[in-house]
């Protein structure tokens, strides 16, 4: 029997947005299958109780999770409130797990309530101080084009929408940055091996440099630009390679 994957879009889109990942998961051997949800409609339980329905749903035993931005914050609270006897390994991308200043800022804007609808309660409730027991790993971007770029000028390294501090996770058992943004992440090439690199092995690639170091900041040399090649370019279009 494959092993199963759960992938989980983020805000403002649906399982679609998963497609590219999901089809090179399948080729590597995965039942990938894409949750959807109604992002701006419903609370975070609701969102997690849904992921909790498809997981029963399934006969492997196991099952890996991937989440991008938001669905990553579904994914920490079904491990918080339906426990992980199930779950094998985690990959979360661009997910603000300790907290969004973006959608902070957003939310009180004039605007703000029409474009985060029921969402908005949950960028006040971060962090998400959870420590998964469950082999986690994170991809970050750095590569600042998004929403964030809008609404305010995000310090420091960031995805265009997740700054890189935001997306550490207590217990995570590796952590890469790439040359991608927000959004690039779904049509990145690079991501996406990089994510079937952690559900085969639990660790990233880092171009063969292996799983973090303990001091957190992972393979990234000292200017802080992660373990990507100088040109920053790939991907199934030409980013993040």
């Given amino acids: 029997m494959r092993e199963a994957v759960i992938l989980v879009h983020g805000l403002w889109t649906s399982g679609w947005a998963m497609q590219g990942l999901r089809l090179l998961l399948l080729r590597r051997g995965y039942a ?4 959807d949800y109604r992002s701006m409609a419903q609370s975070l339980d609701e969102h997690t109780r ?6 029963a749903e399934l ?3 196991a099952v890996h999770l991937v989440g991008h931005s938001l669905g990553g914050l ?3 609270r079904y491990l918080r409130t339906h426990g992980e006897q199930r779950i094998a390994r985690v990959v979360l991308l661009g997910t603000p797990a300790r907290a969004c200043m973006a959608g902070l800022r957003l939310q009180n804007m004039v605007a703000g309530e029409r474009l985060l609808g029921a969402s908005r309660e949950i960028w006040r ?11 986690l790993g994170v991809i970050a971007g750095s590569r600042p084009w998004g929403l964030g770029r809008l609404v305010m000028r995000l310090p420091g390294t960031n995805d265009g929408v997740v700054r ?6 207590a217990g995570m058992r590796d952590r890469i940055m790439l040359p991608v943004s927000h959004s690039g992440m779904l049509v990145s090439a690079r991501v ?4 079937a690199a952690f559900l085969e092995r639990g660790a990233f690639d880092h171009d063969g440099r292996g799983a973090f170091d303990h001091d957190g900041r992972g393979a990234f040399d000292h200017d802080g630009r992660g373990a990507f090649d100088h040109e920053g370019r790939g991907a199934f279009t030409r980013e993040g390679r």
């Fill in 32 to 35: 990938a299958t894409a949750l």
């Fill in 50 to 55: 849904r992921l909790a329905a498809r997981i």
């Fill in 59 to 61: 006969r492997q035993p």
């Fill in 74 to 76: 579904v994914i920490l």
């Fill in 125 to 135: 409730s971060l962090p998400d101080d959870y420590r998964p027991r469950c082999e």
């Fill in 164 to 169: 890189l501090e935001e997306t550490e996770v």
């Fill in 192 to 195: 996406a091996r990089e994510v």
